[in-house]
């Protein structure tokens, strides 16, 4: 605080503190980007020559917006890459205007890596998302180090069991903890899903409610990127991924988000 003298009144600079860091991580909507294609004026258009007037008719104009198939995360800095024939995809979403699709066609194949934020192992994190799975799809989430090798959390979906399950990994490579739910997976539905670690609390979520719960002190290993893919060759769909650095969910129910994430 600094005091400033003038004419006898006294006035005190305060220094604006920082803003707060937000507590999310990563986040990706999965909307589609329109590629704005420009009018091209024509070259040709009512050319004239010694003997005829001659009308060229215009390529380019007024095409319809294109859409690509690339995607960005709200949080500055966090790289995207969409492999294998995995795409953005308008005919399914939970929000907005499009969610990322992982078709049968791409026979397993296809996978999504995201990397570069700031790791929350050694305290409260969140991962979540909504998903939509094809009949006997399989899909695996893992959250790993940056080489893509070494695993710290791997989340998965198996709608033919039904099962969801995630693991937990140690800074030395051991899996210290696996948990496992059997809730109802009904094919071509959107669920959200979500696992936390709170306190020395493990906790894994389904759509409403807390379907399993372990209590382990143990960190998971250093995470700051990630990977997502349908194993089985089954059409599946993502919306709204999220990774927090805080408990989002804590109790033995929790209400739905009924609108998209935000960066909070």
């Not at 024939?85 to 969610?99: E, I, W």
């Not at 893509?148 to 051991?174: E, R, T």
Request: aromatic share 12%; proline share 5%.
């Amino acid at each position: 605080m600094t005091k400033r003298q003038l004419f006898g009144a006294v006035f005190r600079e305060g220094v604006a503190a920082s803003p707060p860091t937000p507590d999310t991580l990563s986040l990706n909507h999965f909307d589609a980007s329109v590629l704005q294609i420009s009018r091209v004026t024509p070259q040709g258009w009512m050319q004239e020559t010694t003997n005829i007037l001659s009308r060229v008719t215009p390529t380019g104009w007024d095409q319809s917006p294109l859409t690509t198939n690339t995607t960005t995360d709200e949080v500055g800095g966090i790289t995207w890459t969409l492999n294998g024939g995995a795409a953005l995809n308008s005919d399914q979403k939970m929000f907005g205007s499009s969610s990322l699709f992982f078709p049968a066609s791409a026979g397993g194949g296809a996978f999504v890596r995201s990397g570069s934020w700031t790791s929350p192992h050694a305290g409260d994190w969140t991962w979540e998302c909504f998903f939509r799975a094809g009949a006997a799809s399989i899909f695996v989430a893992t959250i790993v180090d940056p080489t893509f090798l070494n695993i710290a959390v791997s989340f998965a979906v198996d709608q033919a069991s039904p099962q969801i399950s995630a693991s937990y990994v140690d800074s030395g490579g051991s899996t210290f903890l696996t948990q496992l739910a059997a809730p109802t997976i009904n094919a071509d539905t959107w669920y959200h899903a979500a696992v936390v670690r709170f306190g020395n609390d493990y906790y894994l979520y389904f759509d409403g409610n807390r379907v399993d719960s372990d209590t382990d002190a143990t960190d998971v290993r250093t995470m700051s990127d990630s990977n997502m893919n349908e194993a089985n060759g089954i059409d599946f769909w993502v919306d709204e991924r999220r990774v927090s650095k805080v408990a989002r969910y804590t109790g033995a129910t929790y209400t739905i988000p009924a609108a998209p994430f935000t960066v909070d």
